[in-house]
């Protein structure tokens, strides 16, 4: 028995010795960027038409007697193939992972300890330290990298007292990006442990666009300032926030394609700031045709939010006028193209009378649909009245900020049906009075709103009183003025223009379920 003794024990250390070489065992992490987002991409998302629309702030300012400057900033919608007016589209955000950009991925325990760190190059990640953890253990990932080729700066504080509470890098030089990304993850020696990278941006970023295509003039000189605007910042690495340090100073804005009538800023414009609404742009100088101008400040307060994307818009447009677009008699107003009679109206016709006449009022058209129910003098709808809700798409298949004409859409070509918002810079830019016998009847066809340009008191727009049907039969004729915005609040509340002898605005008629099947006359504005 003593001889097998030496045997039993040997057996047993080899077993512990086994068992400690398991706990032990590591796991290799595979690192790999695949993304990066803005918010703006993930709150506004897939909203064909709807009111959550990111907020468009918009400012008009006179450059002279003859021009206006039209300035508006509104979130990126990157789900959205048209988002500015001219069609163009600020850059991808898929620019940004540009191969050979540098970041950084960072791990701590569980308890917030530091573990380490590797610094990873875009497209070469393979010549990176493998970094290998150690089996059944779970880690906080954090990866943050700047955009840029080149290195990152050193972490801080030293090793030996880093946790993911006070881990924090020190940027000099303000306008690069922040990338931010954070993941918990359990290591296995058995399996494939893939940190699969999806950055998100921590930094407002704001594209210029300057489009002077209404003029006929090209531009040949501008350059611009944002602020406020720090050169440094200290990011915290636990949560991706930063604050600013540094000196105060506002970040140049310089532009390509000079010499054309559309000009985009030559770099991205990265704010470095925190959640404000006080960032101003600053036009220094900007020469268009014959015009040279400096010190436009279109806005003094906007609202900017850390990791949005937004596009700031200058059209420079002539002041509000009488002209004809696409063929169609029109009147500029707000900066914004109308057409100056209803659908269905002859367009030869004064658009406003001494006395305003049946021949003034339009047909009327169920929410989404491309065929008209009624003519301006019926009092029934006919065989065309749709018992069914038409799709919310079918005059607007973009969104508000950025709307593309649906395939209902019975504007001539160059027009299309306005949305809500379009409605609003209207109202915002006339002053409205009425004409007429405002009392109801359905033969009464005098009563109309008239809107008077605030810039230009000889340019007007009138809109007969037609009223609205129901279902059948009309209602409000003489009573009240309105005319339906391509977009809604859901299928069962469209937006209209409502203008009565004592209000006017842009809302909704309330929520109904037959709300999409109410017929209302159409006024065009220009694409």
């Known amino acids: 028995m003593k001889n097998y003794l030496p045997i039993l024990i040997c057996a047993l250390l080899l077993s512990c010795k086994s068992e400690n070489i398991t706990d032990q065992s590591t796991g290799l992490v595979q690192v790999a960027l695949s993304d990066v987002v803005f918010e703006s991409e993930q709150s506004i998302g897939n909203r064909a038409a709807t009111p959550d629309e990111p907020t468009t702030q918009r400012n008009t300012i006179e450059l002279n007697k003859d021009f206006l400057m039209v300035a508006e900033l509104r979130p990126e919608d990157t789900t959205s193939p048209s988002s500015l007016k001219d069609g163009s589209r600020a850059e991808s955000d898929t620019a940004t992972l540009g191969n050979n950009i540098q970041y950084r991925v960072l791990v701590y325990d569980q308890a917030g300890a530091f573990v380490t760190e590797r610094d990873y190059i875009r497209g070469q990640e393979a010549s990176t330290q493998a970094l290998e953890l150690d089996n059944a253990t779970t880690y906080t990932f954090v990866a943050v990298s700047l955009g840029l080729t080149s290195a990152i700066p050193a972490t801080t504080p030293a090793v030996a007292t880093r946790t993911l509470i006070n881990s924090r890098i020190v940027v000099t030089g303000g306008t690069s990006a922040l990338m931010y990304y954070q993941q918990t993850m359990t290591v296995s020696d058995n399996a494939i442990n893939r940190l699969d990278i999806i950055f998100k941006h921590r930094k407002p970023l704001i594209a210029v666009t300057i489009n002077s295509q209404q003029t006929g003039y090209n ?75 400096s010190n436009l400040t279109p806005f003094t307060t906007l609202t900017v939010a ?74 029934r709808t006919n065989s065309n009245y749709n018992g069914n809700n038409a799709s919310i798409t079918n005059w607007n298949r973009g969104t508000e900020a950025a709307p593309i004409k649906g395939v209902n859409d019975v504007c001539p070509d160059g027009f299309r049906i306005p949305t809500r918002a379009n409605l609003q810079e209207l109202l915002n830019g006339v002053v409205v009075t009425r004409r007429g016998n405002w009392s109801e009847s359905n033969t009464n066809y005098n009563a109309a709103a008239v809107l008077t340009s605030r810039r230009n008191a000889n340019v007007l727009l009138t809109l007969p009183a037609q009223g609205y049907f129901l279902t059948n039969d009309v209602s409000d004729r003489g009573h009240e003025a309105a005319i339906y915005a391509s977009n809604a609040l859901s299928t069962s509340d469209p937006y209209r223009l409502l203008i009565t002898f004592t209000n006017a605005s842009v809302g909704s008629p309330g929520t109904s379920s037959t709300a999409f099947l109410q017929s209302r006359p159409l006024r065009c504005t220009a694409q």
């Open 306 to 379: 850390p990791g949005v994307r937004y596009n700031l818009i200058l059209n420079i447009v002539p002041t509000d006028e009488y002209l004809t677009h696409e063929g169609v008699p029109s009147a500029r107003i707000n900066g914004r193209i109308w057409a100056l009679h209803n659908m269905g109206v002859t367009n030869t016709l004064d658009h406003n009378p001494t006395t305003i006449t049946s021949a003034l009022h339009g047909n009327y058209y169920q929410f989404g649909r491309n065929i008209n129910v009624a003519v301006g003098t019926s009092t």
């Open 219 to 293: 531009i040949t000189a501008a350059s611009g300032d944002f602020a406020p605007h720090n050169n440094g910042m200290t990011v915290n690495l636990a949560d991706g926030s930063h604050t600013q340090s540094g000196t105060a100073q506002p970040v140049a804005v310089e532009f390509n394609t000079v010499g054309s009538q559309i000009i985009t800023n030559t770099s991205n414009n990265y704010i470095n700031s925190v959640s404000n609404s006080a960032t101003s742009f600053i036009l220094n100088s900007i020469t268009i045709g014959p015009l040279t101008l």
